[in-house]
């Protein structure tokens, strides 16, 4: 994955606390809607991956309200993995590993966390282009154990509509800064799934026009 430099600073803000562990607004501002995602959503036990795991807000809480998975963070920037592992080191939370260096645009990333039970991607594929978006849902798949789930969560397009004026201008930001990336489309997203076997539990509109889908390893839906 291109660690893109020219992204708009709007569509990643993080400030630096005093412990050296990085704070994003964005990810308090929607924390308890991911939490309870994961708790209505997830399985009751097993391995849980999160891809891009960001600052580490997320991934120590969801360890302290699902403590019946293990879970696994990941990110592919040495900073925010720094984040993650001073925050993990002041929780000492009992299931929660060690993050990984993890690129999830790179052919065969599958093969370093296979068996996942539950997979969770908060708030990238709008950071990304198509092709890398293809990969990361082709490792998904080849990652999650049977019947694991999986649950997405960013702003996407509706029928290729963007329905709010806020919308409209963060994805215009985006793709003026690099026209390879910004919001996909939920039809193309629902496509991409079913050609890689995920099954959709339920698509579930949340805060700020932001989509939820939920989905499960198994026949093409």
């Not at 964005?26 to 999160?50: D, F, H, K, M, T």
């Not at 993995?81 to 990333?109: C, E, F, H, Y």
């Not at 370093?112 to 594929?125: K, W, Y």
């Not at 198509?130 to 990652?143: N, R």
Request: glycine share 6%.
């Amino acid at each position: 994955m291109v660690l893109r430099k020219n992204i708009p600073s709007t569509a990643s803000v993080v400030q630096e606390k005093s412990d050296g562990c990085l704070h994003s607004p964005a990810a308090a501002r929607n924390s308890a809607q991911i939490i309870e995602l994961v708790c209505n959503y997830a399985p009751v036990n097993g391995n849980a991956l999160e891809i891009a795991s960001g600052t580490g807000q997320h991934i120590v809480e969801l360890a302290a309200a699902v403590p019946s998975l293990v879970w696994q963070p990941s990110d592919i920037d040495e900073t925010r993995l720094n984040s993650i592992a001073t925050m993990s080191l002041a929780k000492q939370l009992p299931n929660l590993l060690p993050p990984i260096r993890l690129d999830v645009t790179d052919k065969g990333w599958s093969a370093f966390c296979p068996n996942q039970d539950f997979i969770l991607l908060v708030n990238l594929l709008h950071l990304v282009s198509e092709a890398e978006v293809k990969a990361i849902i082709i490792g998904i798949s080849q990652s999650l154990a049977k019947k694991g789930r999986c649950v997405i969560y960013g702003p996407f397009m509706r029928n290729g509509v963007l329905s709010s004026s806020g919308d409209k201008a963060f994805h215009q930001s985006l793709i003026e800064a690099d026209p390879d990336i910004g919001y996909k489309d939920d039809a193309w997203m629902l496509d991409l799934f079913r050609q890689q076997s995920l099954k959709i539990i339920k698509i579930l509109e949340m805060p700020a026009n932001n989509l939820a889908f939920v989905m499960e390893k198994g026949s093409i839906n």
